[in-house]
């Protein structure tokens, strides 16, 4: 016991959140570049719904119209946008899950994974925002502007800040309670995995076992994450393409059945691979700077079970 305290008290230090804050960061921006074409897909189904009704068909009408190029459109926004997303996702949640950890010490563990996710995600959204409004635009509007070093300057000068910042709140819609959940449920399913189909403490295991235990984590946070987030993000594609002008009308424009069940397939053929892929990357960036990988067990920190 005392040797795992000692361990946690020499993670929170400002050379493990920034370690944290680099690991998300390059994990985030990478990952989310390699499924730009799922992701201009989703988007233009969620945009012209009438015109892309099935996945299948919304890639074959694109590469028709548009050629291949089409379906990489966005990149840059992606990777410097989720980029400082993940960077603050990750970093700030470390290190508000030590802040809350010894201020809230009494507090059943799922509160302090939700407030620390919470928390590290209203400064997350701030920093994705701007790259965000520009993405959804290029993927779906491809008279708009090639990318992003264009797509700034023309969005500004149209409808100057407030153009970056308009789906800040349906995006804190979006990524709030996915993050809660997906932080909360990895955190959960790291110490199930260990507790009950590994059988071993995390630190007998091998680097590789626990990067295993990563991955079948962060799939069970990414599907679970997907469900949650949809309807918000059906939202802020339609805000940010002009398709609605406020949050009511874009909930009245798309129908409540639609915001839950639009573009959820590939949205989950999304999520779950990209997020798992992030806390693969994430992991193995700590694992290579001598840090462990992520989630509690809740045997280890002597805490019991159901709590």
């Known amino acids: 016991m005392g040797s795992v305290e000692g361990r946690i008290c020499e993670e929170l230090t400002p050379r493990y959140y920034g370690l944290c804050a680099i690991g998300g960061m390059l994990s985030a921006g990478t990952t989310h570049v390699a499924i730009t074409p799922l992701d201009v897909l989703k988007v233009n189904m969620q945009v012209f ?35 400082a997303q993940g960077g603050c996702r990750f970093g700030l949640y470390e290190y508000f899950k030590g802040l809350y950890s ?17 928390s590290a995600e209203v400064f997350a959204n701030i920093a994705l925002c701007p790259f965000e409004a520009i993405k959804v635009r290029v993927q779906a509007q ?3 502007a ?8 023309k969005l500004y000068a149209s409808e100057g800040m ?9 995006l804190w819609g979006r990524n709030l309670p996915f993050s809660m959940v997906m932080f909360s449920t990895f ?3 790291v110490s199930f995995l260990y507790c009950n189909v590994v059988k071993r403490r995390k630190e007998d295991c091998s680097k590789a076992q626990q990067l295993g235990v990563t991955c079948l984590a962060g799939y069970a946070a ?26 009511m009308m874009a909930i009245r424009k798309i129908g409540l059945v639609n915001l839950f069940t639009r573009s959820l ?43």
Not at 102 to 117: E, K, V, Y
Not at 146 to 153: I, Q, S
Request: hydrophobic letters at 40%; aromatic letters at 12%; proline letters at 6%.
């Open 265 to 307: 397939p590939i949205r989950i053929m999304l999520v779950g691979p990209s997020i798992t892929l992030q806390w693969l990357f994430y992991d193995t960036i700590k694992v290579l700077a001598g840090l462990p990988t992520s989630g509690e067990v809740a045997t280890d920190l002597g805490e019991g079970k159901g709590s």
């Open 187 to 189: 955190e959960h399913s």
């Open 146 to 153: 090639k990318g992003l070093f264009d797509g700034v300057p």
């Open 49 to 83: 719904p009438i015109k892309y009704n099935t996945i299948s068909s919304c890639f074959t009408t694109l590469l028709r119209e548009q050629g291949p190029s089409a379906l990489w459109r966005g990149w840059a926004g992606k990777f410097f946008g989720y980029g």
């Open 222 to 247: 990414g599907s679970v994450g997907s469900f949650i987030s949809n309807p918000a993000d059906n939202i802020v594609a339609s805000l940010y393409n002009r398709k609605a002008d406020n949050l």
């Open 162 to 170: 407030q153009g970056f910042y308009r789906g800040l709140i349906p």
């Open 102 to 118: 010894q201020t809230l010490a009494d507090q059943n563990r799922s509160l302090i994974f939700f407030m620390s996710s919470a």
């Open 142 to 144: 491809p008279q708009f």
